[in-house]
């Protein structure tokens, strides 16, 4: 996929998750976890999980990735070297609590970053994904049941 294509596909699956969640993260919301993770059969750590990695991929990673590029003589090979390891883990790790169209289009993004020409390229890329991602990440943040937080009150200290 070329690094137009990939761009054109990361803003069709922004539009397509805009105002109805993916199928992934609604199920994960509803407790259906294919890939079984989550201790004593349980879910509320994989949507955690879940929450975390996408809030990261987000607000850390490639934005990341964008301010270094945009800012810096950045090296693209280093970034290159960066982006496949750690948000191709990142993409694993969805897999693993049963996000795979998240996977799926996290590896679009690392192998279409693995072809990039340019810096400025890599740049145009991960401003797609990054647009992408922030709304996948609003979207489990939605499934995640805050209220439970309400059991774990703060005490006031003296």
């Known amino acids: 996929m070329t ?4 761009i054109q596909h990361f803003e069709s699956e922004r539009q397509r998750i805009w105002l109805q969640g993916p199928d992934d993260v609604l199920a994960l919301g509803r407790g259906e ?3 079984g993770t989550g201790s ?3 879910y509320l750590s994989t949507i955690i999980f879940a929450e975390g990695e996408t809030r990261t991929l987000a607000d850390e990673m490639l934005w990341g990735i964008i301010r270094v590029g945009e800012d810096t003589d950045a090296d693209l090979k280093t970034l290159q070297a960066i982006i496949k390891q750690i948000i191709g883990y990142k993409a694993d790790f969805f897999d693993f609590v049963s996000l795979p169209e998240a996977a799926a289009i996290t590896k679009i993004y690392v ?3 693995m072809e990039c020409a340019t810096v400025a390229d890599l740049v145009r890329l991960t401003h797609a994904m990054l647009s992408y991602a922030n709304r996948l990440h609003m979207w489990v943040d939605f499934i995640l049941p805050w ?5 774990f009150r703060r005490k006031k200290t003296a």
Not at 147 to 151: H, I, M, W
């Open 3 to 6: 690094v137009d294509e990939a």
């Open 33 to 35: 976890v294919p890939r």
């Open 40 to 42: 004593r059969g349980q």
């Open 111 to 113: 192998d279409t970053a």
């Open 147 to 151: 209220g439970l937080g309400d059991g």
